[in-house]
């Protein structure tokens, strides 16, 4: 005879229903915790790329920058550099050293201010408009130009000239990121504030000179691509650091040349973003395997009593409860474990779903294997003692209840909805009334809108079965459809509160991730058009400003000049309103009254912005006497003052626009070549990718979509429950409805009756889930911006497509769970169904 156990696997797969259930729960369960490891690498791992691309490459590592080193001991420090690095691993060395904007004599005259200088690998790096031999001197264009110099010598000082180069202009390319002030030329500053770079052959042609250099020494490395890259890069640029700082002091040369480590802060801020989502994501995570597991043990429960017949005979034949429970394991476990494996796989190669980046940590893989183990064992552990208790009380002792009577009278939402008020009030502690520095992610306020949906999908769930409850008392018979439906729903509340339960929380975080992830997005977008007035914004010279003289066409397509006076309550921001959608940033909720407002200006007529005065005969110096026509909360340029927006044409006072920019549509690049190529000075420019630091924003949405894919997950378990459990309920619904239409019930409302049946749960779930989530992503929204003293405040986004889908979708769920439970009535044999 074989014992029951060792055909226990074969005869776990002869029951549908549990195989699916052990299956997607093992599923759920893999895939919340491989996830939760996989999304905090990637989050760091982001954070770090960020924070790279906002970094010079040649920062990376440890750097020197030196002022006015003497010129007998630059050849030191270059030498001393060089010894080090390749001590300490870093194969290349880029030194270079310049003068301060001089002139040079030639003869009788003098060249324009340039500065004279070295670097390593810089010739390759020029792009020679004239000549180009490497023996000599290279002149930048705009100095050869300016003086009439040529090749040729330009006296005894430096190397006679062998190529003319074209000027270096920002955007510079990566190799000259951190040379910049020295090799890129400040048109708008004064003589000898900036100039250009004539580069020597040697370090020691610029040595000869006899004038103190600025020294600059860059150490390139590969870009790290994870956080463990970054953070041994950090630790191999701290031991060349202090190797540099005693090689200098052993040498006397610690005055004159600085060792620097600038990618350290950065370095902090990426690791730090990726430990405030691990701070919210690890217990979000903790309560989902919690509920999971919940999930296990009442699975086992199910398991006991579908199976109680077999459990009672082997009991009568002197098993023991723990080897019942080995059964129960051993009967589930194949599907549990089955389920495990896909969530772990659908977890890894969904990742760019639901993660910031595909960039893993060497290993992270096999850590997430691990916990997905962990958590699998967990889970055979809570099956197999859950269903061993339950045949002990089942068959051995009498079931007690050990909780007092006051602790079950205490719904589990309270406790939840009391860590929701305090994770509000501290939610609402973190917003600062005005600012400047980003306010402290906490991970504690993060988790209130998780709290109120769990509180409210609870609540949902109670109301749910009270209302099935008292739908005894219904009597709607001639509405057959209806009266049939309540019925139904009334039979299987349990199980139509539990598809309640879970559709209000997928729906309700999947609406919450959703809205905080888009609005953030969104915030950050805007403010940072807002707050530089344009995609692009570089500041010309003062002197094409004043001359309203017009852009060339290619630059005036998508740009606009404006000029802005700074005064503290009393801004102004000076408008060409014929080209100012050509270029501005303009909020799209506000385009037609901004617009509109825009082209009335001139002639005196202003826009007061915030909370500027409004009124007619308002005295702005250098402008003549305003008069407001409207008044709008923010304006580009103007992201947290208050102030006037005009015409520059009612500019009288010259003197009084102390800076002019163009603010265009296009990118950098494309910009600054068009005012390159029209010769129109510009000076610093910024873009929305550079005006904010974006960390603290994709921090945020970070966390809130990984908590939109949970929901989604929810969402599909959801789906799946319904659909799992009309496939329980099959003979009975189908017996039942197949003697109605023997009595007399119409196919058409069978048909409406059972699409009133789910079609009200799945209304149920999407009003509550939809309402709550949105509501609270409302609340919350303007509590999470990181920035909160710039304009606009983040508000929520257009939801209207996002209650399309759910309603589609549950629409969808509806008609095959109606098609399900009408194909098996009209399939139905009653005679077998009556005998079985």
């Given amino acids: 005879m074989q014992l029951p156990w060792r055909t226990s696997a074969r005869t776990g797969l002869s029951s549908g229903s549990s195989v699916v259930v052990a299956t997607v ?20 791992n982001a954070a770090l790329s960020y924070q790279v691309g906002r970094t010079c490459p040649q920062s990376l590592a440890a750097s020197v920058n030196g002022l006015a080193a003497p010129p007998d001991q630059v050849a030191r420090i270059a030498q001393d550099a060089r010894e080090v690095a390749r001590q300490q691993g870093f194969p290349q060395t880029l030194f270079g050293a310049y003068t301060q904007p001089t002139r040079l004599a030639v003869g009788d005259q003098q060249t324009p201010y340039l500065r004279v200088g070295y670097r390593d690998d810089a010739i390759p790096n020029l792009h020679a408009i004239q000549g180009g031999a490497t023996t000599g001197t290279w002149l930048a264009r705009t100095p050869a130009h300016d003086g009439h110099l040529g090749l040729g010598s330009l006296g ?56 103190r250099l600025n020294v600059s020494v860059r150490f390139p490395v590969a870009t790290p691509n994870t956080l463990s890259e970054a953070r ?36 902090a801020e990426a690791a730090k973003a990726q430990n405030n989502v691990i701070a919210f994501v690890l217990p979000l995570t903790a309560i989902s395997l919690l509920v999971g597991l919940v999930g296990v043990g009442a699975m086992a429960a199910q398991w006991c009593q579908r199976r109680q017949a077999v459990l009672r005979l082997l009991w009568a034949r002197g098993s023991s409860p723990l080897a019942l429970g080995a059964k129960a394991l051993l009967e589930l476990v194949g599907p549990l474990v089955v389920g495990a494996v896909v969530g772990l796989v659908v977890a890894r190669f969904a990742l760019p779903w639901y993660a910031p980046v595909a960039e893993l940590d060497a290993g992270t893989t096999t850590w997430a294997v691990l916990v997905v183990l962990g958590v699998v064992l967990c889970a055979a552990a809570v099956l197999t003692g859950t269903a061993a208790l339950r045949t002990h009380r089942m068959f051995q002792a009498p079931r007690r209840r050990r909780i007092p009577r006051v602790l079950r009278l205490i719904p589990f939402e309270l406790p939840v909805a009391v860590a929701a008020v305090f994770s509000g009030l501290s939610l609402t502690r973190s917003v600062p009334s005005t600012g400047g520095a980003t306010p402290p992610l906490d991970a504690f306020a993060l988790a209130f809108p998780v709290l109120v949906v769990v509180v409210i999908a609870g609540v949902a769930a109670r109301l749910g079965r009270l209302l099935l409850v008292w739908s005894h008392r219904m009597n709607v018979w001639s509405l057959p459809s209806v009266q049939l439906a309540v019925r139904r729903l009334a039979a299987a509340s349990t ?15 999947l609406a919450v991730g959703s809205s905080v992830n888009h609005a953030e997005q969104n ?86 912005v915030g909370g500027a005065k409004i009124g007619s005969s308002i005295s702005i110096p250098g402008f003549t006497p305003l008069h407001t026509i409207g008044q709008l909360p923010v304006f580009p340029g103007m992201p947290y003052d208050i102030g006037y927006v005009t015409a520059r044409s009612d500019n009288t006072t010259a003197s009084e ?54 929901g989604a997950l929810l969402a599909v378990i959801a789906a799946a429950s319904l659909l799992l459990a009309v496939g329980a309920r099959r003979k009975q619904t189908a017996l039942s409805g197949a003697l109605a239409t023997r009595m007399g019930l119409r196919p058409k409302t069978l048909v409406v009756s059972h699409l009133l049946e789910f079609g009200a749960v799945a209304a149920s779930v999407l009003a509550a889930g939809v309402t709550v989530g949105l509501v609270v992503a409302a609340f919350s929204l303007p509590r999470l911006d990181p920035a909160p003293w710039l304009r606009p405040l983040s508000v929520l986004p257009d939801s209207v497509m996002f209650v399309l889908v759910a309603v589609a979708i549950g629409l969808a769920v509806v008609a ?21």
């Fill in 523 to 608: 915030a950050l977008a805007s403010k940072s058009g807002n707050k530089i007035g344009a995609t692009t914004s570089v500041q010309i010279s003062t002197s094409f400003g004043q001359s309203k003289q017009p852009l060339p066409a290619a630059v005036a397509a998508h740009g606009t000049v404006v000029g802005v006076v700074d005064r503290g309550i009393s801004n102004m921001v000076a408008v060409d309103p014929a080209t100012f959608a050509n270029g501005a940033w303009i909020d799209p909720g506000r385009r037609t009254e901004m617009l509109d407002l825009v082209s009335q200006l001139g002639h005196g007529a202003a826009i007061a």
């Fill in 156 to 211: 005894s000082a430096i190397p006679p000239v062998t190529a003319i180069y074209q000027d270096l202009a920002e955007p510079v390319a990566p190799f000259w990121c951190s040379e910049v002030t020295s090799v890129v030329a400040n048109p708008l500053a004064g003589d000898g504030g900036s100039a250009t770079t004539a580069f020597l052959p040697s370090l020691a042609d610029v040595a000869r000179l006899g004038e």
């Fill in 495 to 509: 199980a139509a509160t539990g598809v309640v339960l879970v559709g209000v929380l997928a729906v309700g975080t």
């Fill in 232 to 267: 041994e890069l950090a630790a191999r640029s701290d031991r060349l650091a202090d190797a540099l700082r005693k090689k200098f002091a052993a040498d006397g040369l610690t005055a004159y040349a600085p060792v620097r480590q600038s990618f350290v802060a950065p370095l």
């Fill in 25 to 44: 729960t093992g599923l759920l369960l893999a895939f919340v915790a491989a996830s939760a490891v996989l999304c905090a690498v990637s989050t760091g």
């Fill in 816 to 836: 095959v769970a109606g098609w399900i439970a009408v194909r098996g009535v009209r399939t139905a044999r009653v005679g077998e169904l009556i005998r079985g």
């Fill in 657 to 710: 626009v102390n800076s002019f920019f163009l603010w265009s549509s296009q990118d950098s690049t494309t910009v600054l070549n068009q005012l390159a190529a029209a010769h129109i000075d510009h000076i610093r420019y910024q873009t929305t990718d550079m005006a904010l630091d974006a960390l603290p924003f994709y921090t945020v949405a970070w966390t809130f979509g990984y908590i939109a894919s949970v």
